[in-house]
């Protein structure tokens, strides 16, 4: 469960690798592993995600020598889950033993588990009902309980549960009727600002009201004028994402000084792994990008802030003044 310490907060920030346009374990239009380590680390930050299983080297010695290589270091994988399905456990739990052992490996603590979509990513088109009957969201909360308690158990991890767009976990108000109906110590919340924000939530309101539940933090913003857009005319999540949905900070919601404020009163020790989605993208995107937020974040003056020092650019970038 997360860390309460009073007065003493830790905001450990980080990336991902989809701030570099990563969605998929294999994919020609991502940047390879390589490039993302080496841009990752140049732009000064310590902390990765795995990205998706298989994108990062799978075998524990290798991928330690690279990470040591480039002063990095893990601080979760991810998977998805659609426990609210008859008969997904094994699915479920199959995929997500692979993501344990390689973070446990890694030296990380949490597995980021995100709830599967209900639209089919490419064509847009309705997978399932919007909305779970009482039996399905039943379903859901009790499996993802026993997933915390399975991780905590067999691999010594916590999990952190992602809300997303196009998920049944997506609006505030099932967020809270999500956290209502999980036990707190094997359910922790990934609070994802971007996702929140993308259905108009109050971040800022979750982390007040349920300092207990935020262990892990996903760092993104939102334009609100593309949102508005995105919500009128019921656009498709990767869609909304190539309309410029998610923004570069500070351009777009929520801001981030009150989130860390709050952190800090609250005395919570977080990781903020830094995301922004823009699959797909020209290779040479994302690296200014990410150099400008590590600068950014690095600027909002918060004393709990641990989010390393700019190295020398990567090679074949340009040197960003």
Request: glycine share 8%; hydrophobic share 35%.
């Amino acid at each position: 469960a997360p860390q309460q310490q009073t007065g003493r907060s830790r905001i450990r920030v980080g990336s991902a690798p989809d701030s570099w346009g990563v969605w998929f374990p294999d994919d020609p239009a991502q940047v390879p592993w390589q490039r993302f380590l080496d841009e990752v680390s140049a732009c000064g930050y310590e902390w990765i995600e795995l990205g998706p299983y298989g994108y990062l080297p799978t075998d524990p010695a290798q991928l330690s020598d690279e990470l040591a290589a480039r002063g990095l270091r893990v601080s979760a994988g991810t998977v998805f889950e659609q426990l609210h399905r008859p008969d997904s456990w094994d699915a479920v739990w199959g995929q997500v033993k692979d993501v344990a052992a390689l973070t446990q490996a890694m030296g990380g603590t949490h597995v980021v588990v995100i709830p599967g979509m209900f639209r089919d990513e490419k064509t847009g088109a309705d997978l399932e009902p919007r909305r779970l009957t009482p039996e399905a969201w039943q379903a859901k909360t009790t499996g993802v309980e026993r997933l915390g308690r399975a991780v905590q158990e067999e691999y010594g991890l916590s999990i952190a549960y992602h809300p997303h767009a196009e998920s049944h976990v997506g609006y505030q108000a099932d967020i809270e009727r999500f956290l209502a109906d999980t036990d707190p110590q094997y359910v922790p919340l990934c609070l994802d600002t971007g996702h929140v924000s993308y259905y108009r939530g109050d971040n800022l309101h979750l982390i007040r009201t349920y300092p207990e539940r935020i262990g892990y933090l996903h760092l993104k913003q939102v334009d609100p004028a593309v949102i508005d857009e995105v919500l009128e005319k019921d656009v498709v999540w990767p869609e909304a994402v190539r309309m410029g949905a998610m923004a570069e900070p500070p351009g777009g919601v929520p801001a981030y000084p009150p989130l860390f404020e709050a952190i800090e009163e609250l005395g919570l020790d977080v990781f903020a792994i830094v995301e922004h989605d823009m699959y797909p993208c020209p290779p040479d995107q994302p690296f200014p990008i990410a150099q400008r937020t590590h600068r950014y974040i690095g600027s909002c003056g918060s004393p709990s802030l641990q989010i390393g020092t700019p190295k020398t650019p990567a090679p074949g970038s340009e040197a960003q003044a």
